[in-house]
């Protein structure tokens, strides 16, 4: 199973949560890869919006990258899933996983990192 499949399931299960929305709003845009595939997902308000498939064209607009091996994402998820990892700014302080394009977008990510991990950990509930 790769680790995109379960993204959607992700998507619904915090959008039903209560305490998700109460993270705060968050308008950004996050493209996730694993290796040569890509996603981007829409952070929208309260909820996460739109789950889409991308190449490497369409990251060049958006400002916040993480990029793992299909290895790395596996460990990552199955580890967050058991509770024994450190949020994805602490992963990603020892691993080079967040690309930015611009100083502005590293603060956003930062003003809505709960957000953001919020969703991986369901993320990570549902991979296998």
Excluded: C
């Excluded at 909820?47 to 400002?63: H, P």
């Excluded at 690309?99 to 990192?113: A, Q, T």
Aim: proline share 2%.
């Amino acid at each position: 199973m790769h680790p995109f499949d379960s993204l959607s399931q992700a998507k619904r299960s915090v959008n039903r949560q209560a305490a998700f929305r109460k993270l705060g709003s968050a308008d950004i845009q996050v493209a996730f890869s694993v290796g040569d595939q890509h996603r981007i997902v829409k952070f929208d308000a309260f909820s996460v919006g739109q789950i889409q498939t991308a190449n490497e064209n369409d990251l060049r607009n958006i400002g916040i990258r993480l990029r793992l091996s299909e290895k790395q994402w596996r460990f990552y998820l199955r580890r967050r899933k058991v509770g024994k990892l450190p949020s994805l700014i602490g992963f990603a302080l020892d691993n080079d996983i967040l690309k930015f394009s611009s100083p502005v977008d590293r603060f956003r990510l930062l003003r809505v990192h709960q957000t953001v991990q919020a969703f991986i950990d369901a993320w990570a509930r549902y991979a296998s």
